[in-house]
């Protein structure tokens, strides 16, 4: 008993963490004030939250290693540095009104800490249930996407009250104070973590699990699923402050209601694919996003696209959650961690382009009709792909079985 709540502390150390760097996702929060304050462009604004997503994904590729020679407290930590270090140092380049700096440090420093500080606790965690992966993987993820329910309003309210740049200063100091407590506990319970992680540091990584075919079919529908999410998050607030004329603070409040949708689909969707298998669970996830973006794009009011951005959100972070669960079901659980943070480098490709293409094609066409055309399309070729690997999985389960039948026969 006292084991299983060592585990589950860990779980809610690691969701602390995620509650914080999970603000990144309420960055359209800062879109509007800080074009109007700085007349910065569209496009250079949502550049920020695009090297933020590209140098989480960058450094989520290393951070499997990482995590093998000093050790989640250690990564947890450097990863508290570079990302509060990150949001107090674009307060700087906010007041020095320079966007290389908020580039260089939100981006950049930023990213690199949101990349270690997502992947070290979850390689952790899915180590120490291996029978319920989706499940506890889906509770630390969840933080992730919940994050922005609370920052959103409390963003905006400083925004207000205490302006852009010392907003940053202000939320750069109270992560800090939750990382660092959290990165002290979560490698706490020592035997969980040397029971849990032991044979992934002492065996040396296979390079050609992410060579294979399989890695590839699960990397471009990770892909597709951000690519589509990450855009609609990236311009969210100035979108339905265009389309439905509220003002920032309702856009705000907003972005806090489809983040707990955001939130809850990776619980939701990490949960079920525990009984209804991963596969399954990636083609229903795209087939829902299919409709969807057809109701979108034929063009809906107010609360129906409301509803239908928070179904969108739902498969979103369902798409991150059920994704470590998968990863250990191909791969086996030992190399997840690390196999996990090159599949991330999904996440900075698709955090790049999504909003950077969609923020494009909003100021050359004026309206985002065509980005959700797009979507649609995307999500047509993700079903295909889901229902491919699908296949090849079932062909390998089959081989596998042959094997074994052939064995015991001998």
Known sequence: ?????????????????????????????????????????????????????????????????????????????????????????????????????????????????????????????????????????????????????????????????????????????????????????????????????????????????????????????LFLNILCGIAILSIFSPLTQEKFRISAAEAASLIGIISVFNGLGRLLWSTLSDFIGRPHTYLFLFITQFITFLFLLIGVGSPLFYILVSIVMVCYGGGFASLPAYISDIFGVKHTGIVHGYMLTAWAAAGLIGPILTSWLRETTGGYTLSLFFFSVFMGVAIILSLLLKRDLKRREKEEDQTLSSTVNL
């Open 1 to 221: 008993m006292g084991e299983n709540k060592g585990k589950w502390g860990v779980v809610v150390a690691a969701m602390s963490i995620h509650l914080s760097i999970g603000s990144i996702y309420a960055w359209s929060v800062f879109t509007k004030p800080i074009m109007q304050e700085l007349k910065w462009s569209l496009t250079e604004v949502s550049l920020v939250f695009s090297l933020a997503i590209l140098f989480l994904g960058l450094s989520a590729s290393f951070s499997g290693h990482l995590i093998a020679r000093i050790g989640s407290k250690r990564a947890l930590v450097l990863s508290t540095m570079l990302f509060t270090n990150g949001m107090i140092g674009t307060g700087l380049a906010i007041n020095l009104e320079s966007l290389p700096l908020v580039y260089l440090f939100f981006g950049f420093l930023g990213g690199i800490g949101l990349g270690i500080g997502y992947i070290t606790p979850i390689s952790l965690v899915i180590q120490l249930f291996p029978t319920k992966r989706g499940l506890s993987s889906g509770v630390a993820i969840m933080g992730f996407g919940l994050a922005a329910v609370i920052a959103s309003p409390v963003m905006q309210a400083l925004i207000l009250h205490i302006g852009i740049a010392n907003t940053f200063f202000f939320m750069g100091i109270v992560y800090f104070v939750i990382m660092f407590t959290a990165s002290m506990y979560i490698s706490s319970p020592k035997k969980l973590e040397i029971e849990s992680g032991s044979d992934v540091q002492q065996e040396k990584f296979p390079r050609q699990l992410i060579r294979t075919k399989r890695f590839y079919y699960l990397w471009i529908l």
